[in-house]
Structure formats: C-alpha cells, structure tokens
C-alpha cells in the first residue's frame, strides 16, 4: 500500500511542478491587478517551493525503503 500511495504522491508532485513551470504561474500570480505586492511576492514564494521542494525525493526515499523492505522479507520469509 504505501509503494502504491508515495507512487501516486511523486506522480503528483511532478505534475505540480511542471503546471508551475509550464504556465509559469508565479509570474502570472505576481502580475496580477488586485493583488498587493506582498501578496504577489507570498504567492510567488510559496509556488516556487513548491516547484523546487525536496517532496519528491522524500517519496524516491520512502518508495525505495519500502521496495527493499519488501525484498527483504520475502527473502526472510521463503528462502531464510
């Protein structure tokens, strides 16, 4: 369940940040009318962590930990 779950949530990780990049959103953000500058500058932050957060490689880390913790216990359960 969780190599399936941190699967799905890099998948969505990825697509995030590539509709960020894509539409180049926090430009977009910041650019518009009714926004004060502060709220176009926190926008703007908070799109472009998300873009280049380390989420993804926490899902990589967990999937693999998770990969290989199922290796090992089939391994320990039918040939050990």
Do not use: C, M
Request: no cysteine; proline share 1%; hydrophobic share 50%.
């Amino acid at each position: 369940g969780f190599i399936v779950y941190f699967a799905h949530r890099y998948r969505v990780s990825q697509r995030r940040a590539q509709l960020i990049v894509e539409h180049r959103l926090a430009a977009k953000v910041r650019g518009h009318k009714p926004l004060t500058e502060a709220d176009g500058q926190a926008l703007e932050y908070i799109l472009s962590t998300l873009k280049s957060t380390k989420e993804k490689w926490n899902y990589i880390v967990i999937f693999a930990a998770s990969g290989l913790a199922l290796v090992v216990g089939l391994y320990l359960d039918f040939i050990a």
